[in-house]
């Protein structure tokens, strides 16, 4: 099925160039916060941070790509489609994000105190989150040593974190990979919203799998003091 371009069409050249430098230029900025964070402490986890502002980058374009959608009037159910998958993504992860931070908050006394300190990060880095539950995991990177980065999770909420990222690419990543490729390979002219977000998309699914697979078998968690409801009452 071929969509409808739009009416303004872009000069080719200039669409080249400007995904070139989106694309480029957001891996660019990431990768300078990994070195910055390297350079100020080689044993921090700082591959989560570089991650993390990419998975964020790609979900900035995933909405803005939603928006282009309805904006260039496309003379199909794209527009609905996109929106749909984006509404069920953000709810898909709220519920994980939910379930993960609700448990460490009720069972794991180190992190409730570092969540009454720090709430307000803590709720900034769950919102990023409603776009990929991996985000989660810079809550403990320890990046550039300071204590908003130095939450205790516990070894069980790392390890949904994986699995509920893993969740979320089943549901989320590469369905929408398959429509960004759709769309790209039907459109009639060359568009920049939807060549970038597709590009993102294969680096954040590129990345993030060498970062499960760390994740899982490589990283040494770390065993908080956990306390129940129960050890508290008493």
């Not at 709810?91 to 994000?97: A, C, S």
């Not at 990929?132 to 205790?152: E, G, P, W």
């Not at 969740?167 to 990979?177: A, E, K, M, N, S």
């Not at 002219?189 to 499960?212: C, D, E, K, Q």
């Amino acid at each position: 099925m071929a969509f409808d371009h739009l009416d303004s069409v872009e000069p080719e050249t200039f669409g080249y160039v400007a995904t070139f430098l989106l694309v480029l230029g957001g891996f660019i900025a990431t990768l300078g916060v990994y070195v910055v964070g390297v350079s100020k402490n080689k044993n921090n986890n700082n591959f989560v941070m570089f991650n993390t502002l990419l998975i964020s980058y790609d979900w900035s374009f995933d909405i803005i790509f939603t928006i282009w959608c309805f904006a260039s009037r496309l003379k199909s159910h794209l527009p609905i489609v996109s929106l749909s998958l984006l509404f069920f993504v953000i709810f898909v992860n709220f519920l994980l994000t939910f379930t993960i931070l609700r448990r460490e908050i009720n069972n794991n006394e180190q992190f409730r105190v570092w969540f009454q300190e720090h709430k307000a990060f803590g709720i900034l880095i769950a919102f990023f989150s409603l776009g990929n539950t991996t985000v989660l995991h810079v809550l403990n990177c320890r990046f550039n040593n300071m204590d908003k980065f130095n939450a205790v999770l516990s070894s069980t909420a790392e390890k949904r974190i994986i699995h509920a990222s893993v969740i979320g690419l089943i549901l989320g990543d590469l369905p929408q990979f398959f429509l960004l490729v759709s769309v790209n390979t039907n459109l009639i002219n060359f568009h920049v919203i939807p060549i970038t977000a597709m590009s993102l998309n294969i680096l954040v699914n590129f990345f993030g799998f060498f970062y499960r697979i760390y994740e899982a078998t490589i990283r040494e968690y770390e065993t908080p003091t956990v306390v129940n409801k129960k050890q508290l009452e008493a």
